[in-house]
């Protein structure tokens, strides 16, 4: 789309709010909003002053009447209401993200805002519905009123369910989001995270999540009376959820509705729901691929602090250097270089310099090296959760960082209390997590976090936030007691926990040995760690391996070639836990790439051709299992072929147990 399409579609905006007062109705105490199609509509309702909302998609029940409202301290609440007004409003643009899984996106919605006020009381409640073709979001909005601050201990909004569905969840009980996702029916959950998936019982996917997540706690979900989920906000230590200076917006609750698990991948109604970029020049953000001084510790080969193994030595960092050089890759992450790793860091993270290099880590040296090649070092700054002593040293460590011209830092937060008092995600969190990421941009640094809050598409407004963990990824396979990451794990989180935005996984391993923690290892054949690069989506992707494990293996070429920015996405075939196929036009070329994967079960599957351009031949480069490869017992055979194949054909794969195949389509 070009500048004069974008401004046809601005001018949209305006000629589809006066026509749509066609489209909604209100009478006194019930009003309905519809989607731009018309297939998707919210009805909200008073009775008694308890105001509710529901969810129809084409006449059938989303969301019954569920309650909406708030909880305030000294045995307070705000959940009695007079309806005092409504607004309507049309929205339609499409705007181009810097980096992302599509170029364009188009934020299309009808909007409905219900005025509230207290019954019997003076203050205020704005509730603001967005309706797009694939879901729904909502916000409270407590607009300038007499009263100018709140104290929330919860919030009363539910989702009641028309039947008891199944959802794919994590617990909440896990602060860092590193956990295996379980399916079960709701009534079976205890409280959970979002994003939720949800399966109903008529086959259609759900995924309950929130958006524009700023200066409030995250949301949870707990169950109540089987098939309701009520809203579960984090509490500070002391038990109040929020503090709210008037006027303040909640962040967007949102429900994507999906006819099969690819359209919750490809609905961007959670970027959406955020505000446009506050970066005006985004071009110092660059995409890419990075390998570093990371998995040789998690495997006990080296060491994070100084000693006869330290691993972030100006030695071998020259090495990786060279690898990255060698081979097109763009970063070098350096862990474990900065003084504070001794003992138990995790519990001592006052004591983390983030200036102080270690004696054999020179600083200038490295990346005068790394950019004489091409490279650039990705900085670390693992805080061990201890905020105050970071945000003590924030400016001073980004300025050191940026003076040696380093704009990626990954930064960590383990320990499962900010400061040994506060959740990662309480308002405290959400507060710490933002001050980083703004302070960050100040220095032209983009941001990978790791132990961060859920992500909630910040990244529309803070394209400096690239990448986040908040997930169970490839370290687990390198320690985890239980063996690692079963074979389904990759075929549920593009569905679950990748809804909430890009995920830094780390995958990429071509050695199956792990001589350190035997037992526990990479639980998937080689190819499969191949197509995971297509299938989960990071704008920044780390290759994790040792590079002495690529060296002169043809698969590597994969990871070479796989670029880490999209045009498009499509989901061309998945089944949650099962398996899935991905489909990615590279941002800047005409290939197309490829990534199926299978869970602990071997299949074949007939990928239908059909995103390629209609009129063009593409040579496929095809990296599959080897005929004899097995996850267990033979995790790297593997096998390449090439094909010449059009948009009309069908191509047939074979992926082993826990298998995948990956293909780079490049057009003639
Ligand atoms: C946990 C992070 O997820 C991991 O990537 C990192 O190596 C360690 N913390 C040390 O900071
Ligand atoms: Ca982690």
Same mark, same amino acid.
């Given at each position: 789309? $070009?500048? /004069?399409?974008?401004?046809? &579609?601005?001018?949209?905006?305006?000629?589809? !709010?006066?026509? *749509?007062? @066609?489209?909604?109705?209100?009478?006194?105490?019930?009003?309905?909003?519809?989607?731009?199609?018309?297939?998707?509509?919210?009805?909200?309702?008073?009775?008694?002053?308890?105001?509710?909302?529901?969810?129809?998609?084409?006449?059938?029940?989303?969301?019954?009447?569920?309650?909406?409202?708030?909880?305030?301290?000294?045995?307070?609440?705000?959940?009695?209401?007079?309806?005092?007004?409504?607004?309507?409003?049309?929205?339609?643009?499409?705007?181009?993200?810097?980096?992302?899984?599509?170029?364009?996106?188009?934020?299309?919605?009808?909007?409905?805002?219900?005025?509230?006020?207290?019954?019997?009381? $003076?203050? /205020?409640?704005?509730?603001? &519905?967005?309706?797009?073709?694939?879901?729904? !979001?909502?916000? *409270?909005? @407590?607009?300038?009123?007499?009263?100018?601050?709140?104290?929330?201990?919860?919030?009363?909004?539910?989702?009641?369910?028309?039947?008891?569905?199944?959802?794919?969840?994590?617990?909440?009980?896990?602060?860092?989001?590193?956990?295996?996702?379980?399916?079960?029916?709701?009534?079976?959950?205890?409280?959970?995270?979002?994003?939720?998936?949800?399966?109903?019982?008529?086959?259609?996917?759900?995924?309950?999540?929130?958006?524009?997540?700023?200066?409030?706690?995250?949301?949870?979900?707990?169950?109540?009376?089987?098939?309701?989920?009520?809203?579960?906000?984090?509490?500070?230590?002391?038990?109040?959820?929020?503090?709210?200076?008037?006027?303040?917006?909640?962040?967007?609750?949102?429900?994507?509705?999906?006819?099969?698990?690819?359209?919750?991948?490809?609905?961007?109604?959670?970027?959406?729901?955020?505000?446009?970029?506050?970066?005006?020049?985004?071009?110092?953000?660059?995409?890419?691929?990075?390998?570093?001084?990371?998995?040789?510790?998690?495997?006990?080969?080296?060491?994070?602090?100084?000693?006869?193994?330290?691993?972030?030595?100006?030695?071998?960092?020259?090495?990786?250097?060279?690898?990255?050089?060698?081979?097109?890759?763009?970063?070098?992450?350096?862990?474990?270089?900065?003084?504070?790793?001794?003992?138990?860091?995790?519990?001592?993270?006052?004591?983390?310099?983030?200036?102080?290099?270690?004696?054999?880590?020179?600083?200038?040296?490295?990346?005068?090296?790394?950019?004489?090649?091409?490279?650039?070092?990705?900085?670390?700054?693992?805080?061990?959760?201890?905020?105050?002593?970071?945000?003590?040293?924030?400016?001073?460590?980004?300025?050191?960082?940026?003076?040696?011209?380093?704009?990626?830092?990954?930064?960590?937060?383990?320990?499962?209390?900010?400061?040994?008092?506060?959740?990662?995600?309480?308002?405290?969190?959400?507060?710490?997590?933002?001050?980083?990421?703004?302070?960050?941009?100040?220095?032209?640094?983009?941001?990978?976090?790791?132990?961060?809050?859920?992500?909630?598409?910040?990244?529309?407004?803070?394209?400096?936030?690239?990448?986040?963990?908040?997930?169970?990824?490839?370290?687990?396979?390198?320690?985890?007691?239980?063996?690692?990451?079963?074979?389904?794990?990759?075929?549920?989180?593009?569905?679950?926990?990748?809804?909430?935005?890009?995920?830094?996984?780390?995958?990429?391993?071509?050695?199956?040995?792990?001589?350190?923690?035997?037992?526990?290892?990479?639980?998937?054949?080689?190819?499969?760690?191949?197509?995971?690069?297509?299938?989960?989506?990071?704008?920044?992707?780390?290759?994790?391996?040792?590079?002495?494990?690529?060296?002169?293996?043809?698969?590597?070429?994969?990871?070479?070639?796989?670029?880490?920015?999209?045009?498009?996405?499509?989901?061309?075939?998945?089944?949650?836990?099962?398996?899935?196929?991905?489909?990615?036009?590279?941002?800047?070329?005409?290939?197309?790439?490829?990534?199926?994967?299978?869970?602990?079960?071997?299949?074949?599957?007939?990928?239908?051709?059909?995103?390629?351009?209609?009129?063009?031949?593409?040579?496929?480069?095809?990296?599959?299992?080897?005929?004899?490869?097995?996850?267990?017992?033979?995790?790297?055979?593997?096998?390449?072929?090439?094909?010449?194949?059009?948009?009309?054909?069908?191509?047939?794969?074979?992926?082993?147990?826990?298998?995948?195949?990956?293909?780079?389509?490049?057009?003639?």
């Amino acid at each position: 789309m $070009n500048m /004069k399409q974008l401004t046809v &579609f601005k001018q949209m905006v305006y000629f589809l !709010g006066i026509l *749509y007062s @066609f489209f909604a109705c209100c009478n006194n105490d019930s009003m309905t909003v519809k989607s731009p199609d018309g297939k998707i509509e919210v009805k909200v309702s008073a009775n008694n002053h308890r105001v509710s909302y529901a969810v129809n998609k084409e006449n059938k029940e989303v969301i019954l009447p569920s309650k909406l409202g708030f909880v305030l301290e000294d045995g307070d609440s705000l959940n009695r209401f007079t309806i005092t007004g409504t607004q309507y409003a049309s929205f339609d643009e499409t705007w181009e993200q810097p980096w992302g899984e599509s170029r364009f996106v188009r934020n299309h919605y009808n909007e409905l805002k219900v005025l509230l006020q207290e019954a019997g009381g $003076n203050r /205020k409640v704005n509730i603001i &519905f967005r309706l797009f073709n694939d879901g729904v !979001g909502y916000r *409270y909005e @407590f607009p300038q009123q007499e009263v100018d601050s709140l104290v929330i201990l919860t919030e009363e909004t539910e989702f009641k369910m028309p039947y008891v569905h199944d959802a794919w969840w994590i617990p909440a009980s896990d602060p860092y989001y590193e956990c295996i996702t379980t399916r079960s029916a709701i009534s079976k959950l205890d409280t959970v995270r979002t994003p939720l998936t949800i399966e109903t019982t008529d086959g259609k996917y759900l995924a309950i999540h929130e958006a524009n997540l700023t200066n409030y706690p995250k949301m949870n979900l707990t169950v109540k009376d089987s098939a309701t989920l009520c809203a579960s906000l984090v509490p500070w230590s002391n038990g109040v959820a929020a503090y709210v200076k008037i006027p303040f917006s909640t962040p967007w609750r949102t429900l994507i509705i999906g006819e099969k698990p690819g359209d919750l991948v490809t609905s961007y109604l959670m970027l959406n729901l955020n505000e446009p970029s506050k970066i005006e020049d985004t071009s110092w953000l660059k995409p890419g691929k990075y390998i570093g001084i990371w998995w040789e510790m998690h495997l006990g080969k080296g060491t994070w602090y100084y000693g006869p193994n330290h691993g972030a030595t100006t030695t071998n960092l020259k090495k990786y250097i060279d690898f990255a050089a060698a081979n097109g890759i763009s970063g070098v992450l350096a862990e474990g270089w900065n003084e504070g790793w001794e003992g138990d860091w995790t519990k001592h993270g006052n004591e983390l310099d983030f200036t102080k290099p270690y004696p054999d880590f020179n600083i200038k040296e490295i990346t005068d090296y790394a950019r004489e090649k091409g490279v650039s070092m990705i900085g670390h700054h693992e805080t061990a959760a201890a905020t105050l002593n970071y945000e003590r040293q924030l400016d001073k460590a980004f300025a050191f960082y940026q003076k040696y011209g380093v704009n990626i830092v990954k930064t960590g937060y383990v320990n499962p209390l900010m400061d040994f008092k506060e959740a990662h995600d309480s308002q405290y969190g959400v507060r710490h997590y933002r001050k980083v990421i703004e302070t960050a941009a100040k220095y032209h640094i983009a941001i990978d976090n790791h132990e961060p809050v859920m992500p909630t598409g910040i990244e529309r407004t803070w394209p400096n936030l690239m990448t986040q963990e908040a997930i169970r990824g490839q370290e687990h396979n390198a320690w985890s007691p239980d063996g690692g990451n079963p074979p389904e794990h990759t075929t549920v989180v593009p569905f679950t926990r990748g809804l909430a935005g890009p995920m830094d996984f780390t995958f990429g391993t071509f050695n199956f040995k792990n001589e350190v923690y035997p037992g526990t290892r990479v639980n998937t054949t080689l190819c499969k760690q191949l197509a995971l690069f297509v299938v989960i989506y990071s704008p920044l992707q780390m290759a994790s391996d040792l590079p002495e494990n690529y060296e002169g293996i043809k698969a590597f070429d994969f990871i070479k070639d796989v670029p880490t920015d999209w045009d498009k996405t499509r989901v061309v075939d998945a089944e949650i836990g099962n398996y899935s196929i991905f489909a990615r036009k590279d941002r800047n070329s005409s290939d197309w790439y490829v990534g199926c994967i299978t869970d602990e079960n071997a299949r074949e599957l007939d990928i239908s051709l059909d995103f390629l351009d209609a009129d063009a031949k593409y040579i496929a480069q095809i990296y599959a299992d080897g005929d004899d490869a097995d996850w267990k017992t033979n995790p790297t055979s593997f096998k390449y072929e090439e094909k010449t194949l059009t948009a009309s054909e069908t191509l047939h794969v074979k992926l082993a147990t826990s298998g995948g195949c990956a293909i780079r389509f490049i057009k003639q």
